[in-house]
């Protein structure tokens, strides 16, 4: 039997005990960065997206090259043709991958080809999901269970494998932040439609990103983003009307944009250690309040 080191297994807490500031670390201090713009630049940072080939992943890695970042592009069929057109729009490095995240051994073998080209990982976004709607759970279709281990492996398990190979690149170069895209559904329960497994299992994502962001504390971010409604094209199984129904339930009166999603993690004068957006709910209140058609929520933050 394998004897467990349990100092492994427990966050190092004296400091609650021996010092009663309210911080544990000092602040970092920002010396260097003059302009507030230079904070959100991903220059030299190499930037993951699962999901991106298309929707809201695509919005966020193209967002990436943009700042500056190299972007690698992530999904079930390599984007290739996306990863090309970035790359010479915005003069970045940029590589596609295809891979099931909710196939570990793959997830572990792309990480560590990303780390071995790359050279390390400084962001990586797990927002590869399905929403497959199965309507109310003692239906027929729910009968065997498999649609809601289906929506579990990839929303759940595949966010799991993601963060367990990231981790020790982030661990192993001591910085590192970690994105999960998790939903308003997280949050509230949605109406008219029943989907209680991706509810359930976008609730356990963003939990889990407060789990992991102890869990890494000492070299690495972790933080959850909960788009509201977005036009990407993942909502399309739904008939008009009851699209219209979710839209007279938004202030605006309408589905976000994936761009509107896009969430740029980068060197920063703010420390958060966990933060949740539910971005549609802002980004209303946002707009009513200063009439802004487009507006990019920054996650700000020191990579240290
Ligand atoms: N659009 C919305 O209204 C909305 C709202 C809240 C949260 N989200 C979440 O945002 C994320 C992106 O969704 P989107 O709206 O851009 O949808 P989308 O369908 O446009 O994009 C999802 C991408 O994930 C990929 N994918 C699916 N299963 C995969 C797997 N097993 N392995 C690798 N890649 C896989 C798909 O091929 C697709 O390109 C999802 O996690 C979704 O749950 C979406």
Same mark, same amino acid.
């Given at each position: 039997?394998?004897?467990?080191?349990?100092?492994?297994?427990?966050?190092?807490?004296?400091?609650?005990?021996?010092?009663?500031?309210?911080?544990?670390?000092?602040?970092?201090?920002?010396?260097?960065?003059?302009?507030?713009?230079?904070?959100?630049?991903?220059?030299?940072?190499?930037?993951?997206?699962?999901? #991106?080939? *298309?929707?809201?992943? +695509?919005? &966020?890695?193209?967002?990436?090259?943009? !700042?500056?970042?190299?972007? $690698?592009?992530?999904?079930?069929?390599?984007?290739?043709k996306e990863a090309l057109k970035i790359?010479?729009?915005?003069?970045?490095?940029?590589?596609?991958?295809?891979?099931?995240?909710?196939?570990?051994?793959?997830v572990d073998e792309i990480i560590a080809?990303?780390?071995?080209?790359?050279?390390?990982?400084?962001?990586?976004?797990?927002?590869?999901?399905?929403?497959?709607?199965?309507?109310?759970?003692?239906?027929?279709?729910?009968?065997?269970?498999?649609?809601?281990?289906?929506?579990?492996?990839?929303?759940?398990?595949?966010?799991?494998?993601?963060?367990?190979?990231?981790?020790?690149?982030?661990?192993?170069?001591?910085?590192?932040?970690?994105?999960?895209?998790?939903?308003? #559904?997280? *949050?509230?329960?949605? +109406?008219? &439609?029943?989907?209680?497994?991706?509810? !359930?299992?976008?609730?356990? $994502?963003?939990?889990?990103?407060?789990?992991?962001?102890?869990?890494?504390?000492?070299?690495?971010?972790?933080?959850?983003?909960?788009?509201?409604?977005?036009?990407?094209?993942?909502?399309?199984?739904?008939?008009?009307?009851?699209?219209?129904?979710?839209?007279?339930?938004?202030?605006?009166?309408?589905?976000?944009?994936?761009?509107?999603?896009?969430?740029?993690?980068?060197?920063?004068?703010?420390?958060?250690?966990?933060?949740?957006?539910?971005?549609?709910?802002?980004?209303?209140?946002?707009?009513?309040?200063?009439?802004?058609?487009?507006?990019?929520?920054?996650?700000?933050?020191?990579?240290?």
């Open positions: 039997m394998t004897a467990h080191n349990f100092n492994d297994n427990v966050a190092d807490t004296h400091y609650l005990l021996d010092d009663q500031s309210p911080l544990p670390k000092p602040s970092p201090r920002v010396v260097k960065e003059n302009k507030i713009l230079d904070l959100f630049s991903l220059k030299g940072k190499v930037c993951v997206v699962t999901g #991106s080939g *298309h929707g809201i992943g +695509l919005a &966020v890695a193209e967002g990436y090259a943009q !700042a500056g970042g190299d972007v $690698v592009f992530w999904d079930l069929q390599a984007p290739e790359a010479q729009e915005n003069g970045v490095k940029t590589k596609a991958y295809a891979g099931d995240v909710t196939d570990a051994v793959r080809d990303i780390e071995n080209e790359f050279g390390t990982i400084d962001v990586f976004v797990a927002n590869a999901g399905v929403n497959i709607v199965s309507g109310t759970i003692i239906n027929e279709a729910n009968a065997d269970g498999e649609l809601w281990k289906k929506v579990m492996d990839i929303n759940l398990n595949g966010v799991f494998y993601c963060s367990r190979a990231v981790g020790k690149v982030f661990k192993k170069h001591g910085k590192g932040s970690l994105i999960f895209t998790g939903s308003m #559904s997280a *949050h509230i329960v949605n +109406l008219p &439609v029943y989907h209680s497994a991706y509810n !359930a299992s976008k609730a356990a $994502v963003v939990h889990l990103a407060k789990c992991l962001a102890l869990e890494f504390h000492d070299f690495a971010r972790v933080n959850a983003i909960s788009p509201g409604y977005c036009d990407s094209g993942i909502n399309d199984y739904l008939d008009k009307k009851t699209r219209q129904r979710w839209w007279s339930l938004i202030p605006m009166g309408r589905e976000g944009l994936c761009k509107e999603c896009v969430v740029l993690i980068c060197t920063s004068l703010v420390m958060l250690q966990l933060t949740l957006l539910v971005l549609n709910w802002l980004l209303m209140v946002l707009t009513l309040l200063f009439d802004l058609s487009q507006i990019f929520v920054f996650n700000v933050h020191v990579l240290l």
